[in-house]
């Protein structure tokens, strides 16, 4: 039996590392050219030879019209025939070129599409594998939103990337190679040349403008997570009036964003005057050259077109360039979040080689357990005992003694920090999560429901239950009367977090749907804390019954419901200080009977 403690794992908030834009794309690759999708990789390919084929045909549609030009120049004799064929093959060409773009983007559509799906699915399956440490330092708010710009970012780099950028590279190769192959290298150098210091600067200024673009991010995120966090606890906010403060809260946030959002803007437009003027002095240059090219005869007319074409033609998308370069830039940022939790090492994971837990009992054991969530902070200490196949433990003890924490390290949301916890004999560390979870059924005391039906709820135990099973774990928890009196019924939506639903409703939907889980092992944690003291013993009397041949471990605060528990263990500050059974403890006047005797008073006085 291997009771050692597990290796120390960093906090799972510890933030990853910040990847550089190429690692950013090197990361996205693999999900663009999967492996084992012979029809994805065929539509890459197929998309790049479309881009090929309408750059080909966009390059040559100024070489037909300088041809007319020319042949319009030469005079009568060629002025009919030979022009019309150009014409005609310039607008082929144009045809050409836009078919194959419209064609490419079709092609590619699914490649993206899968891509972002793999990749939001991915980073989905993710957090549900991080501990349950870091969703509680984690704002839900905040979260939602990084997954929402990550997977929009993904969308937009992939067709600035492909269809934008690319695209814009292949033209300006081309077009610099048939200036120097028509005309001296002058052409194709102060073309070069003016391209290089566009995009030098672009990329300077850009990445100066980035940190602004990364505020805002941490902004906007900062207030959609006060926003959703203000706006689930609605209930709180109307009870001590706070409408005014949370406004305040929220303000100051947007006030935030308002700011680096006016910095963004007001280095934007640095960068397009600086951007406007090196395309400025490129053409003039160039148009300067031609001019001077026709004036000394070594240039035609239609040469002279052919270069002012050229310019347009290339100058258009590369003024365009210094946006796309923006877009792309904030598409990165906007995934890196995203990616950084893809990052984060999951703070209890399987270990390799980690076999499904064989249950054949359900013994329980907890040997020398102790657990800390901080170094600083110990919350069981040396805590040792058995639930025997088929018998009943109670848990109990006053506020902060640490009984949840016992429910928490027997699902393995936590590893403990000594001893160990087995079932069946088998250390809990050894065995997948999966087949540990898929053998304890637990009632927990904060019970929250999917914004979703009654019977949604209800079947999450068991997704493939039939109706008539989701109906009798509906009658053994006594909510089927209920149920069965509302308009809907079983079709009734309990709210977002089931805030429709009374507190005993909710908790009885959470019974039921453990009841259909049907699973080896029970843990009900203050069960019915939230239930009338008539509906209270009418469900007990149930949950004894389909527990009777389980083993089961209750968390209790209300004593009485323990009573006929097979034995009791109190815990107080992190130790059990007493065992036995009811009568027992009772007879040792302890910590057991204080309790007993407190709530026996509490309970007399609120029925005075």
């Given at each position: 039996?291997d009771?050692?403690?597990?290796?120390?794992?960093?906090?799972?908030?510890?933030?990853?590392?910040?990847?550089?834009?190429?690692?950013?794309?090197?990361?996205?690759?693999?999900?663009?050219?999967?492996?084992?999708?012979?029809?994805?990789?065929?539509?890459?390919?197929?998309?790049?030879?479309?881009?090929?084929?309408?750059?080909y045909?966009?390059?040559?549609?100024?070489?037909?019209?300088?041809?007319?030009?020319?042949?319009?120049?030469?005079?009568?004799?060629?002025?009919?025939?030979?022009?019309?064929?150009?014409?005609?093959?310039?607008?082929?060409?144009?045809?050409v070129?836009?078919?194959?773009?419209?064609?490419?983007?079709?092609v590619?559509?699914?490649?993206?599409?899968?891509?972002?799906?793999?990749?939001?699915?991915?980073?989905?399956?993710?957090?549900?594998?991080?501990?349950?440490?870091?969703?509680?330092?984690?704002?839900?708010?905040?979260l939602?939103?990084?997954?929402?710009?990550?997977?929009?970012?993904?969308?937009?780099?992939?067709?600035?990337?492909?269809?934008?950028?690319?695209?814009?590279?292949?033209?300006?190769?081309?077009?610099?190679?048939?200036?120097?192959?028509?005309?001296?290298?002058?052409?194709?150098?102060?073309?070069?040349?003016?391209?290089?210091?566009?995009?030098?600067?672009?990329?300077?200024?850009?990445?100066?403008?980035?940190?602004?673009?990364?505020?805002?991010?941490?902004?906007?995120?900062?207030?959609?997570?006060?926003?959703?966090?203000?706006?689930?606890n609605?209930?709180?906010?109307?009870?001590?009036?706070?409408?005014?403060?949370?406004?305040?809260?929220f303000?100051?946030?947007?006030?935030?964003?308002?700011?680096?959002?006016?910095?963004?803007?007001?280095?934007?437009?640095?960068?397009?005057?600086?951007?406007?003027?090196?395309?400025?002095?490129?053409?003039?240059?160039?148009m300067?050259?031609?001019?001077?090219?026709?004036?000394?005869?070594?240039?035609?007319?239609?040469?002279?077109?052919?270069?002012?074409?050229?310019?347009?033609?290339?100058?258009?998308?590369?003024?365009?360039?210094?946006?796309v370069?923006?877009?792309?830039?904030?598409?990165?940022?906007?995934?890196?979040?995203?990616?950084?939790?893809?990052?984060?090492e999951?703070?209890?994971?399987?270990?390799?080689?980690?076999?499904?837990?064989?249950?054949?009992?359900?013994?329980?054991?907890?040997?020398?357990?102790?657990?800390?969530?901080?170094?600083?902070?110990?919350?069981?200490?040396?805590?040792?005992?058995a639930?025997?196949?088929?018998?009943?433990?109670?848990?109990?003890?006053?506020?902060?003694?640490?009984?949840?924490?016992i429910?928490?390290?027997?699902?393995?949301?936590?590893?403990?920090?000594?001893?160990?916890?087995?079932?069946?004999?088998?250390?809990?560390?050894?065995?997948?999560?999966?087949?540990?979870?898929?053998?304890?059924?637990?009632?927990?005391?904060?019970?929250?429901?999917?914004?979703?039906?009654?019977?949604?709820?209800?079947?999450?135990?068991?997704?493939?239950?039939?109706p008539?099973?989701?109906?009798?774990?509906?009658?053994?928890a006594?909510?089927q009367?209920?149920?069965?009196?509302?308009?809907?019924?079983?079709?009734?939506?309990?709210?977002?977090?089931?805030?429709?639903l009374?507190?005993?409703?909710?908790?009885?939907?959470?019974?039921?749907?453990?009841?259909?889980?049907?699973?080896?092992?029970?843990?009900?944690?203050?069960?019915?804390?939230?239930?009338?003291?008539?509906?209270?013993?009418?469900?007990?009397?149930?949950?004894?019954?389909?527990?009777?041949?389980?083993?089961?471990?209750?968390?209790?605060?209300?004593?009485?419901?323990?009573?006929?528990a097979?034995?009791?263990?109190?815990?107080?500050?992190?130790?059990?200080?007493?065992?036995?059974?009811?009568?027992?403890?009772?007879?040792?006047?302890?910590?057991y009977?204080?309790?007993?005797?407190?709530?026996?008073?509490?309970?007399?006085?609120?029925?005075?």
């Amino acid at each position: 039996m291997d009771i050692s403690a597990p290796a120390q794992v960093p906090p799972a908030t510890a933030a990853a590392p910040r990847r550089s834009d190429r690692d950013t794309i090197r990361f996205l690759l693999p999900f663009v050219w999967p492996k084992g999708e012979t029809e994805l990789r065929a539509r890459v390919v197929l998309a790049l030879l479309l881009l090929l084929g309408a750059k080909y045909a966009t390059v040559n549609v100024p070489l037909l019209y300088k041809g007319a030009v020319d042949a319009l120049s030469a005079g009568a004799a060629h002025a009919i025939a030979v022009p019309v064929s150009l014409i005609l093959g310039y607008g082929l060409l144009r045809v050409v070129a836009s078919a194959s773009a419209e064609l490419r983007d079709a092609v590619f559509a699914k490649v993206g599409q899968r891509a972002i799906r793999s990749l939001g699915l991915a980073t989905f399956r993710h957090l549900h594998a991080l501990s349950l440490r870091f969703h509680l330092e984690r704002q839900t708010g905040g979260l939602s939103r990084v997954i929402e710009r990550g997977t929009s970012g993904i969308d937009s780099l992939l067709s600035y990337l492909v269809f934008m950028i690319l695209p814009t590279f292949v033209e300006m190769a081309l077009v610099c190679g048939i200036l120097w192959g028509l005309y001296d290298f002058s052409y194709a150098g102060v073309t070069f040349v003016t391209i290089v210091a566009y995009i030098a600067y672009t990329l300077t200024i850009t990445e100066w403008r980035t940190k602004f673009r990364r505020q805002m991010n941490e902004t906007e995120e900062e207030a959609h997570a006060k926003a959703i966090d203000s706006l689930l606890n609605y209930e709180t906010v109307k009870y001590f009036g706070n409408e005014e403060h949370e406004a305040k809260r929220f303000d100051t946030a947007l006030e935030r964003f308002e700011r680096a959002s006016v910095k963004s803007a007001t280095t934007l437009s640095i960068l397009n005057v600086g951007q406007g003027l090196i395309i400025a002095i490129g053409v003039t240059a160039i148009m300067i050259m031609a001019g001077h090219g026709v004036t000394e005869g070594t240039m035609t007319v239609g040469d002279f077109v052919l270069v002012n074409a050229y310019l347009i033609q290339l100058y258009l998308p590369l003024n365009f360039l210094g946006n796309v370069y923006r877009q792309i830039k904030q598409s990165i940022i906007d995934m890196e979040k995203m990616f950084q939790l893809l990052k984060v090492e999951r703070e209890v994971a399987d270990r390799p080689g980690a076999s499904a837990l064989q249950v054949s009992g359900g013994r329980i054991e907890f040997h020398r357990v102790g657990f800390a969530y901080e170094p600083e902070r110990r919350i069981l200490e040396d805590v040792s005992f058995a639930v025997e196949p088929g018998s009943t433990v109670a848990i109990v003890g006053p506020s902060g003694a640490g009984k949840s924490t016992i429910s928490r390290l027997l699902f393995r949301f936590y590893d403990v920090s000594d001893g160990a916890i087995l079932i069946d004999g088998q250390d809990i560390r050894n065995v997948t999560q999966a087949s540990l979870r898929a053998a304890i059924g637990i009632v927990p005391q904060d019970t929250v429901l999917f914004n979703d039906t009654i019977y949604y709820n209800v079947a999450y135990g068991r997704p493939d239950a039939s109706p008539e099973e989701v109906r009798e774990a509906a009658r053994l928890a006594q909510i089927q009367r209920f149920v069965e009196s509302l308009p809907a019924g079983y079709d009734t939506m309990v709210g977002e977090r089931g805030l429709k639903l009374s507190g005993g409703e909710k908790q009885r939907v959470a019974i039921a749907r453990t009841l259909l889980k049907h699973p080896p092992v029970f843990l009900f944690d203050e069960a019915t804390s939230a239930l009338d003291t008539h509906t209270e013993k009418e469900i007990q009397a149930s949950l004894r019954e389909v527990s009777r041949s389980r083993t089961t471990l209750v968390i209790a605060h209300r004593l009485s419901t323990v009573i006929d528990a097979d034995q009791i263990l109190v815990l107080e500050h992190g130790r059990i200080v007493e065992r036995g059974r009811h009568g027992e403890l009772l007879a040792v006047g302890g910590l057991y009977a204080s309790m007993w005797r407190r709530q026996q008073e509490a309970a007399r006085e609120g029925l005075a």
